[in-house]
């Protein structure tokens, strides 16, 4: 049971543009949200992070936004740069012991 | 470089045989995370421990697994018997968790596994 969706395979983005990719969860329990972008042949990097408390986090080009009622929270990328070409995966937990990742979002920024 | 390693990077074996790969979390951090990745999904939680102690395994986590972590440092996951099924990318990650900290974890590179 995938408690964690990205429903976007893939997204294709202009350089300089926003992207904003997207990721559902089921759990109304999860509290703590996170973004990992991965490039091939390494392990997931941190990204960006948001408590259940808040509905925005911002850092830098990447701000994070969480709608409780919708279970939905996206990522923005403003403005976009080729180096941010990478998979990028969702994250959520309960209390913060097993956190559950999406299947991830592939994004081309095409310069 | 004070990041999460693994090793080895790479392994190949033949079905039948038992492998074992290393884990050295970052070292302030006092909780471990075995996952697995196979084409196309993400992350998949195996098994964590905080300090020497395993306090949660998966249920993907068959008998033939078993993970350590012997002095709360470096851990290991050991495969027993493997099947052509247990190709994937084994990911660990390490974090720090305390009362008022909200856990962030940080990962490896990983290790693929092939067994042929």
């Known amino acids: 049971d995938q408690q964690v969706k990205q429903n976007s395979p893939s997204l294709s983005v202009q350089e300089g543009r926003i992207s904003i990719l997207n990721c559902d969860y089921t759990?109304?329990?999860?509290?703590?949200f996170l973004w990992y972008k991965k490039y091939p042949a390494e392990g997931p990097t941190f990204l960006i992070s948001i408590s259940s408390i808040k509905d925005k986090n911002e850092d830098g080009r990447f701000t994070v936004f969480l709608n409780k009622s919708a279970k939905h929270l996206s990522l923005h990328i403003v403005p976009s740069q080729p180096g941010d070409s990478a998979v990028y995966f969702c994250a959520a937990s309960a209390g913060g012991n097993q956190f559950y990742f999406g299947t991830g979002t592939s994004l081309t920024v095409i310069p | 470089d004070t990041g999460v390693s693994q090793n080895p990077r790479h392994k190949i074996t033949k079905r039948g045989q038992n492998v074992t790969f290393r884990c050295d979390p970052i070292?302030?951090?006092?909780?471990l995370y075995w996952y697995r990745q196979t084409l196309g999904q993400g992350p998949e939680f195996l098994t964590y421990f905080q300090n020497e102690a395993q306090l949660e395994k998966s249920r993907l986590l068959s008998d033939r697994f078993s993970a350590e972590r012997p002095k709360g440092s470096f851990s290991t996951l050991e495969i027993q018997r493997t099947e052509q099924g247990d190709s994937a990318m084994y990911l660990c990650?390490?974090?720090?968790?305390?009362?008022?900290?909200?856990?962030?974890?940080?990962f490896g590179p990983g290790t693929r596994l092939l067994v042929l």
């Open positions: 070292s302030e951090h006092n909780r």
């Open positions: 759990n109304s329990m999860f509290d703590y």
């Open positions: 990650a390490s974090s720090f968790k305390g009362l008022a900290v909200r856990e962030t974890q940080y």
